[in-house]
């Protein structure tokens, strides 16, 4: 067998005195789901970090402008506390929003063999599609109060309110993906 002679070899994947030339079928799938998770968590991890950094450099400029200006300073509590809100709010449309949109893209543009790049506008679609039954359901519990006119706007804000973070979630998400498609075309187009 050639793949005997092959300088990149597989320890203990040896089948009938040959070596084979990548791992086995189940350990392909272990490390393609180990992946998934890793790149999510730090699409999640980054998507909820980035903001509470935001809120730091502001507090400080505000407390900056407070101290030249000679303007009231505020309390001790709004640096923490806005610190803890934001974490807050950025896990739960993390959580609730951000990765089913983009975990079930990615997951319906590899079924359907799309390219890496299709994802985004499907990724628009299936966020406000997730919002819409969200709000929704908000505006059909009675107890919660909403009107119609208050359903749309909450929803409209909410969806541009998290254009960002899902550009950005997407973005860190499938950078990797994206960079290894593009790496095997270069390499396609370099043999040419």
């Known amino acids: 067998c050639d793949a005997v002679n092959r300088s990149n070899r597989w320890v203990g994947l040896e089948t009938d005195n040959c070596i084979r030339s990548g791992p086995h079928p189940w350990v392909r ?48 509590l709004a640096l923490p506390f806005g610190f803890l809100a934001l974490a807050v709010i950025m896990s739960i449309v993390v959580v609730t929003t951000l990765f089913p949109t ?46 119609h006119v208050s359903w749309i706007t909450t929803c409209l804000e909410h969806f541009l309110f998290s254009l960002i973070p899902l550009g950005m979630y997407w973005w860190i998400a499938q950078s990797g993906p994206l960079l290894l498609s593009g790496w095997r075309w270069l390499k396609r187009r370099a043999k040419i």
Do not use: D
Request: net charge positive; with cysteine.
């Open 29 to 76: 799938k272990f490390l393609r789901g180990g992946g998934f998770v890793i790149r999510h968590g730090i699409a999640s991890v980054v998507t909820i970090v980035i903001p509470c950094v935001l809120w730091v450099v502001v507090y400080f400029v505000a407390l900056l402008w407070a101290i030249i200006w000679n303007e009231p300073v505020g309390g001790p």
């Open 102 to 147: 983009v975990a079930l893209t990615e997951w319906i543009g590899k079924k359907r063999g799309w390219p890496i790049l299709a994802q985004i506008p499907i990724s628009i679609v299936m966020m406000a599609v997730l919002l819409t039954l969200f709000y929704g359901g908000l505006l059909l519990w009675e107890g919660f109060g909403m009107t």
